[in-house]
């Protein structure tokens, strides 16, 4: 790219500027630790920040590095994450710590290129690691990132690709600190949600999830929910437990199966150990 679209000290002054005011602050930033960063990652995927911030404390605290949750069980895994939601990423990341804990000596990689091939990262995962714990100047973007992108440099066009934003990300970030910039991104483009419409909505990617409340998402989570809580059951108890029709039963348990997160023995269904 050869004349900037915007003039670099302009830009990262708006960004640095709100930042330094109003920055959000979370323990996971507060101790940029590799493991609690990429807990919270996982931890982040789909889910509100502030909802994120009991359970990761709680997670850090009862599994503090690789090995640890490595050695426990899925179900004990599940039992912390319950709530959450997504509990295949719980399954992902107790998959993580184990390969990390075998394949690197319990330290998380710090290369985009070694992390993306672990379970549940894909390229922003890969990405964001590397930067939030060693500071590595990754290109990576998401939601509120793309948010800020688009209200600087593409403020009237729609239909956007991440391929046109990303050549900027790169371009336009502090490779002194590029932790600390794309915190301030992140948080600018949290801000601007609120205070304008949506930018992400000129997005080519934006997509409105759908409503949770009666979907099956929530019912692979009811499910997971009672096996964790309430231990083994057998059909019949897992529909009065759950209150799922038996017809919609099925297709979870096959969908939970598949997935690893449950196994099915003599006609019992229990959360499948490790």
Request: aromatic share 14%; with cysteine.
């Amino acid at each position: 790219m050869n004349k900037k679209i915007m003039d670099e000290k302009e830009f990262c002054a708006a960004i640095y500027s709100y930042y330094e005011k109003e920055g959000r602050r979370f323990p996971w930033r507060n101790k940029t630790d590799p493991w609690g960063v990429m807990v919270s990652e996982f931890m982040l995927q789909q889910t509100q920040t502030d909802r994120v911030i009991v359970y990761w404390d709680r997670f850090m605290k009862k599994w503090p590095d690789p090995p640890s949750l490595a050695k426990a069980s899925l179900e004990d895994a599940l039992k912390e994450w319950n709530g959450l939601g997504y509990n295949r990423r719980c399954y992902y990341l107790k998959d993580c710590a184990r390969r990390i804990t075998k394949e690197y000596n319990g330290d998380v990689p710090d290369k985009p290129k070694q992390l993306i091939a672990l379970p549940g990262i894909g390229p922003y995962t890969a990405g964001a690691i590397p930067c939030f714990a060693y500071n590595h100047p990754s290109v990576f973007i998401e939601t509120n990132i793309r948010a800020t992108f688009l209200h600087f440099f593409f403020k009237d066009k729609t239909g956007v690709n991440d391929r046109e934003i990303l050549p900027l990300v790169g371009e336009y970030m502090d490779k002194e600190n590029p932790r600390k910039w794309y915190w301030a991104l992140m948080d600018y483009g949290t801000a601007l949600k609120k205070v304008t419409p949506n930018p992400n909505r000129r997005s080519a990617h934006y997509a409105k999830q759908s409503p949770f409340e009666g979907s099956f998402r929530q019912r692979r989570g009811t499910v997971v929910r009672v096996l964790v809580t309430q231990g083994p059951a057998d059909l019949r108890q897992l529909r009065e437990r759950s209150g799922i029709e038996e017809k919609d039963l099925y297709p979870v348990l096959e969908a939970l199966g598949k997935e690893s997160l449950v196994a099915e023995k003599g006609g019992i269904y229990c959360i499948r150990k490790w």
